[in-house]
């Protein structure tokens, strides 16, 4: 069945304007001006081709048929407002759901969630396995990439796009490989790996140097289990907090963006 358009907006004006007998309070109420008021009442009431107020030595008042249809209109609006509570719980304010690259969620992002579960208890933190996930398919809340911008998705850089050579303190006199690691021309690496977190699981061993994200490395240079062999250097990549627009714009989502930025 095809449904009548409504002029939601022209109804909602109507309600501010039943309510307040006064376009003028209407107006203040939606903040705009009270012609502006009048010229949506007018339209509306041309739409439905009757009169829903009149003008008397007392002020404003509504007709027969403006008073017939406040109750259902205003059970409409509040059915509205219900479908809309409806859909912003379908993403529910008691758990994230965050996709990370594994290394860095245990480097970088579960200390600075830890103090954010503190304020907020009885939240759920799901973590998925994969920091590339489908936003949909996976439910996702949020993900952390380690990507040259957004693209498409919005988000918040979190750390500068800096990168370091580290090692630990006793290892060896040869290089770890990963893809983002950017080698010397001619290295020949002892070993080579797939992601940052196992060329940093193999530093960590001992087992050569490496170049990595300092954002990854920061707690293991603070507390000695990695040195730094240079100073830091600028890189092309780095960590970002992204989402498609409908999560980042949802309030718990803002609310765990905002504590990871201002931390």
Not at 70 to 94: I, K
């Amino acid at each position: 069945m095809k449904r009548t358009h409504l002029p939601l907006n022209a109804l909602r004006v109507y309600d501010a304007a039943a309510r307040h007998l006064s376009f003028t309070r209407a107006a203040d109420e939606l903040a705009v001006t009270p012609a502006a008021v009048g010229q949506q009442i007018r339209a509306l009431e041309d739409h439905l081709g009757v009169v829903l107020f009149r003008r008397t030595s007392k002020g404003l008042e509504l007709t027969p048929e403006g008073e017939a249809g406040l109750d259902p209109l205003r059970e409409g609006f509040l059915r509205f407002e219900e479908s809309v509570a409806a859909m912003q719980a379908g993403q529910a304010s008691d758990r994230y759901t965050i996709a990370a690259p594994r290394e860095f969620y245990a480097s970088w992002l579960a200390p600075r969630i830890a103090p954010f579960q503190v304020s907020t208890p009885g939240v759920q933190y799901i973590l998925a396995p994969d920091e590339a996930s489908d936003f949909t398919e996976a439910n996702l809340d949020l993900a952390i990439r380690f990507i040259s911008g957004p693209g498409e998705l919005e988000g918040v850089q979190l750390a500068p796009a800096l990168q370091v050579s580290v090692a630990a303190p006793d290892a060896r006199d040869a290089w770890i490989d990963w893809p983002e690691a950017g080698l010397p021309e001619g290295t020949k690496p002892c070993v080579k790996t797939s992601s940052a977190g196992q060329a940093m699981s193999s530093a960590l061993a001992g087992m050569g140097r490496t170049v990595l994200p300092l954002a990854l490395v920061e707690r293991a240079l603070e507390d000695g289990r990695l040195i730094a062999l240079d100073e830091p250097v600028e890189a092309k990549r780095a960590y970002w907090l992204v989402a498609p627009v409908p999560q980042w714009r949802s309030k718990k989502v803002k609310a765990l963006v905002k504590f990871l930025t201002d931390a």
